[in-house]
């Protein structure tokens, strides 16, 4: 674990919130598991500030896809269509003006906003990774329901906990469900 890692989880610790980092057989399989929490979201059985996925083909290259952070092009191009609607409602010369400081002011918001996992470490963690194989990133909220840890035996024998910051509880019943004991 490098220094920048207990950063990342003594910030998580101190908002309530708690990294999980699970490790996968395949490529593909972290999409997987995120798409089934992303169900389990949906439901409020669990809440996710952050999802990550990183992949490694059989050459090493690695996939890096942030799923829920506000990057600055995402607020930049949020703010642009903003600016482009204020922008038709002033109407005129300051049409441009207005759309391009819409840009602006959302690609600092994006900039300043991070609020997600640390992207540093989230390329630490994309390093790691082996090839062939994927990890899903989560920035969750402390205390989810059960239904998480009846979604992760899906993926017995296929996954891994890496790192966690969850309390020792926790994580022995979220390795018991990725381990099959």
């Known amino acids: 674990m490098t220094d920048q890692g207990t950063d990342e989880a003594q910030a998580a610790d101190a908002t309530g919130q708690q990294i999980l980092v699970i490790a996968l057989d395949k490529p593909t399989r972290a999409s997987e598991l995120l798409l089934a929490l992303s169900n389990l979201a949906n439901e409020g059985k669990v809440r996710m500030h952050d999802a990550v996925i990183v992949a490694k083909d059989a050459n090493g290259h690695g996939r890096v896809v942030q799923t829920v952070d506000t990057t600055p092009a995402r607020g930049a191009l949020a703010g642009a269509w903003f600016g482009t609607l204020a922008g038709i409602v002033v109407g005129g010369p300051a049409f441009l003006a207005v759309a391009l400081g819409g840009a602006a002011a959302g690609a600092l918001y994006g900039k300043l906003v991070d609020r997600g996992l640390d992207d540093g470490w989230v390329k630490d963690m994309a390093e790691w990774v082996a090839p062939e194989t994927s ?26 906990l890496s790192y966690s910051t969850l309390p020792a509880e926790a994580k022995a019943e979220i390795e018991r469900a990725l381990s099959g004991t």
């Open 135 to 160: 990890a899903l990133l989560l920035l969750v909220d402390a205390g989810f329901d059960t239904a998480v840890v009846d979604a992760l035996r899906r993926f017995e024998g296929i996954g891994r």
